[in-house]
Each structure stands twice: as C-alpha cells, then as structure tokens.
C-alpha cells in the first residue's frame, strides 16, 4: 500500500462526513436536519461496513493482494460513521433526555438492535489496532467474526425502520449475502480439504 | 461545533419562533425598527400586505399554475379563516417551502424529498372522485361538479405525524360535513371510507416490488367525526393550488389525528355500515389505530408522543414543544369519544 493510495482513501472517507458538516452549518438540510444527518450516518456505517467485508473475497479470488490493509481503514470508517449516528441520536434526536435513553434501547426493537451492533462495532474497533492483534492470537479472528453479526444486524434495523418499502434493505441485503455466503463456502473448503489431509495415507 | 451546551437551548428558545420563521414578518419587523415604525402599527402592515385577508400566500416563484381553467375562478375568492373555535392559530405558519418538500406520501417513495422529485409530472385533470355506498346520490363526480357549490375557505391547522414532527399550515377547502350533506347519506351510513389513487404508471411507489402496502391507501372516520366542522377537504394551501407532492387535487385534513389520516389525493368516497380498514392498520393493527387520535399519553411502540418537533428546525435551535391531547383541538372534538377507553382505541 502506497502512501499515496493510503492517503486518498482516508481523505475519501471523509467525503460524506465533510459534506454533511457543511450541510449542517449552512443548514441546507431540509427541515429537519437531524433526521437527515441520522440517516445519512446511518447510511454511510453499512457502506464502510459491506466494503470491509468485501475486501477478504476480493484478495483472494481476484488475487489483490495489496487490499488487504484497507480492510481494516474501512472497518475504522463504519465505526467512525456509526459514533456519528449515535452521537446524532443522543444530542439531536434524544437531545439528551437520558431518563428516555433506557427505555429507547429496551423497548423499542429497532433502536436495541441498533445500539447492539453498535457496541459490537467498538469493541472491534477497540481491537483492531496490531498489537491487540498479536495479544489475542487466534481469539482475535474468532472476535472479529463478530463483524458478520454486526451486518445482520445492522440490516435490521434497516428493515425496522423502512416499514414499508423495503427496497433499500433488500438491496444492502443483496450485497451482504454473497459476501456472506463465500464465508461459508470457504469454512466448509477448508474443512473438507482438512478431512482429505486426514484420511490420505501416508 | 455541532455540540450544544444546556444553555444554548435556553437561548434559542428566547428568540420568539414567529420571528425566526416568518421571513416576511421578520422582513417587516426589521424594516419597522429601521425606520422607527412604532411596533403597535407593524402588525396591521403586515396583514396588508398578504393582501385578500389570507394569512400566507405561496411565494410567486413557487407558486403552482392551475390545474384546469375553471380553478382559476374557483380560487378568486377565498373566505379568510375564522378566527375562533379551532379554525385558525397565531402561531407561527411552518414556510411554503418546507410545507411542499417535506412530505410523507409514500405513492411517490418512503423518504421526505421523494413526493416533491417523484410528482412532476402527476396529472390532476380531469380528476373525478365516486360517490358510492349507502348515500342516495351515488356516482362517479367530475372535480368541478364536486367543488362547485362550495366556497373556499382559509384554515390554519397544527398538522401533527406519528412520527413525532409537526407543522402549521394554511390550507384551502371546505368542510366535509358540507359535502357529505350533499349526497344525502342513509340511516345505515356509520362511517365513511376514503381511497387514494391506484395508478402504479405515475405512483412509483406502487410499482416497488418490496411495499408492504397494498394499494390503494384507503383511510376511514366514524360519521360523526367526518361531520364535525374541523375535517376539511383541502383543494390547496398557502393560497393556492395544492402541489401534487401535498395531495392533489383533493385531499383530506383531520387536525386532531395523526397525519396519516389525513389521506391524499382522494378518488373515492364510500359509506359503510362498519368499520372500514384502514392501510396502516392493515399493515400493523398493534402500532396503528383506526383512531389514530393525537394522544400524548399513549405512546406509538416507535416514538414516544408527548413531545413534538415543530418543523423547521436547525441543529442549533431546538423547536421541541410539548404534544397536546387532539392535537390542541379537544375543545372541539374530545366530546366525541366520551366515555371511550383512548388507550385501547389508539
């Protein structure tokens, strides 16, 4: 990884943050920004979230290599659009009304799990730095699988709060479960190929 | 910085909403300072200059054409609203702008900004509306036929959505309850049905292979809530045409319920005996009431409703305001449902 693409892509990420700040401050957000910037955030966390996954499958079938690091930067960018979401949530949805805090997150499914997922995405993130990563050996891959819950997730909560035309989670959906599905196809390659091993004589 | 302090709520709600939202009156006021008008006159130039006695109209540039010539004369006089028993409110009108592009009208897609990008090209001429069920005078009406005896009249109402924000609009239209009159229900005429559009060709929204709702929208009121004073027929507002995106060309307006209720661009009027179906009810009987009264203290299993956004608001000024039973309009209308347990007939 080039310091150049390092770059470009960290300052791309920042794109929508950018955009929506200076939406908020000019306040050309419609009439009720916090709305906008809350499902924009939103939106913004599942499109770092599924190019994060992507990148695994990508390396391998499409042989690049050189990816592989951006795996980790776009993981780091849902969480940074997620705190966003949250934080949009807190201020300017819930504007700090903490007695309500507790009864959004326990009764109210599409908000639990949302604030599930959330967590989840911290404590990866929390995790991901490389030394995290020698600490934890083999613990560190089966944590982060977490990452494939927090998609699930995440999609719905998409789905709870669209009501009633689901086009856009089907379309999120559309791309998480090939992605998903290579997981799958690739545990049980490696288990078979595993019992092969086992079985031929030697 | 987008992080507020508690005391930066406090001073923003200082700043009187009618002055922030109100450019024209904001115009006038600064205009008055400037020239040293005493404050006392500046309200009597101000309701002259909207001109017809109307409280709004919608901004020339903005402005909606007529959908058929005979609009045009339909829309030449217009009754200014009655200032009492629940018609008009001095409170501060949510901007034109905001009113037409900020809507939930879900035949032209689920976000805000889709019925303003989606109904460019909604044809609302010729428009006929079906008169059907238990009435003596059923048929199928043109829109002239249905607006032509009555006159137009100016309502400013509090427009409350489930969903926990709310505006103040000036519509144009007449009562229901005048309309009804007209056809000349029966004994057996409980309660009335409304339908919406079904033309998937120009409602993308119907043709989404993934909508849970099954179209046409339809929409129901018990007969004495469709006779009360207070449910308009709106045909426009700020003064002029409703724009497609609003529910053109004839719309329902029930200010003591939840929006949805208030269903748009009508085509058909049924008369039953029973309790119709409504579509968010349909869709889920335990969040969504046939009711579907303003209620601060029955909360939605989604939103909690004794607080609303009154819209627009900014990241930097809060416009919470409390949520009141029916909407502010229980002198009105909470007769109605005397003795009724509002907490099961949500």
Not at chain 1, 5 to 28: E, I, M, Q, R
Not at chain 2, 78 to 86: E, H, L, R
Request: with cysteine.
């Amino acid at each position: 990884m080039t310091k150049l693409a390092k770059w470009s892509v960290f300052c791309l990420g920042l794109v929508p943050f950018l955009t929506l700040l200076y939406g908020a401050l000019s306040n050309t957000l419609g009439p009720d920004p916090a709305d906008t910037l809350a499902a924009e955030t939103g939106e913004w966390t599942f499109r770092f979230l599924l190019l994060s996954l992507a990148i695994t499958p990508l390396r391998n079938i499409g042989s690049w290599p050189k990816l592989f690091p951006y795996r980790r930067t776009f993981g780091l960018f849902a969480l940074f659009y997620a705190s966003l979401h949250f934080v949009i949530y807190l201020v300017f949805l819930l504007q700090l009304r903490w007695s309500e805090i507790s009864e959004d997150i326990l009764e109210r499914p599409y908000i639990t799990v949302g604030f599930t997922a959330f967590l989840m995405l911290v404590v990866l993130g929390a995790t991901s730095t490389k030394a995290m990563m020698k600490r934890m050996g083999r613990h560190w891959r089966q944590l982060h699988k977490l990452v494939y819950l927090i998609n699930i997730l995440g999609i719905i909560h998409l789905i709870w709060i669209l009501r009633t035309d689901l086009t856009e989670a089907v379309f999120y959906a559309s791309i998480l479960l090939p992605l998903l599905a290579y997981r799958v196809y690739k545990y049980y390659a490696r288990k078979a190929a595993r019992q092969v091993s086992l079985s031929t004589p030697n | 910085m987008l992080i507020k302090s508690k005391s930066d709520i406090l001073s923003s709600e200082i700043t009187p909403e009618s002055v922030y939202h109100d450019r024209r009156r904001f115009i006038a006021g600064s205009l008055g300072a400037a020239f040293g008008v005493a404050t006392a006159s500046l309200s009597g130039f101000a309701s002259a200059a909207d001109g017809d006695g109307l409280r709004a109209k919608a901004p020339t540039d903005l402005a909606r054409s007529a959908p058929a010539p005979w609009w045009e004369e339909k829309f030449a006089s217009i009754s200014p609203a009655v200032k009492t028993g629940g018609f008009s409110t001095s409170e501060a009108l949510t901007p034109y702008r905001d009113v037409i592009s900020y809507n939930n009208f879900y035949e032209f897609g689920t976000d805000k900004g889709d019925p303003i990008a989606n109904s460019k090209e909604f044809k609302v001429d010729p428009w006929s509306v079906a008169i059907e069920g238990e009435v003596e005078k059923p048929g199928v009406y043109t829109l002239e036929d249905i607006l032509k005896p009555h006159v137009l009249e100016e309502r400013i109402y509090r427009l409350r959505c489930v969903e926990r924000w709310s505006m103040v609009v000036p519509w144009i239209g007449f009562s229901l309850a005048d309309l009804i009159k007209r056809f000349q229900p029966t004994s057996k005429a409980k309660y009335v049905e409304f339908f919406t559009l079904l033309d998937p060709e120009s409602m993308p929204g119907q043709r989404s292979r993934f909508t849970t709702i099954s179209w046409p929208y339809r929409e129901g009121l018990r007969m004495d809530e469709a006779m009360n004073p207070l449910t308009l027929l709106a045909v426009g507002v700020y003064g002029n045409y409703l724009p497609p995106q609003n529910g053109a060309p004839i719309r329902l307006i029930v200010p003591w319920k939840y929006g949805f209720k208030s269903i748009k661009s009508i085509v058909k009027i049924r008369f039953t005996e029973t309790q119709p179906a409504t579509s968010w009810n349909m869709l889920a009987a335990n969040e969504y009431g046939f009711y579907a009264n303003v209620n601060p203290e029955v909360h939605h299993p989604r939103w909690r409703q004794d607080m609303e956004t009154r819209l627009p608001q900014t990241l930097f000024s809060s416009s919470r305001i409390e949520t009141r039973p029916f909407n502010g309009y229980a002198e009105q209308v909470a007769s109605l449902y005397k003795g009724m347990d509002l907490s099961k007939n949500y």
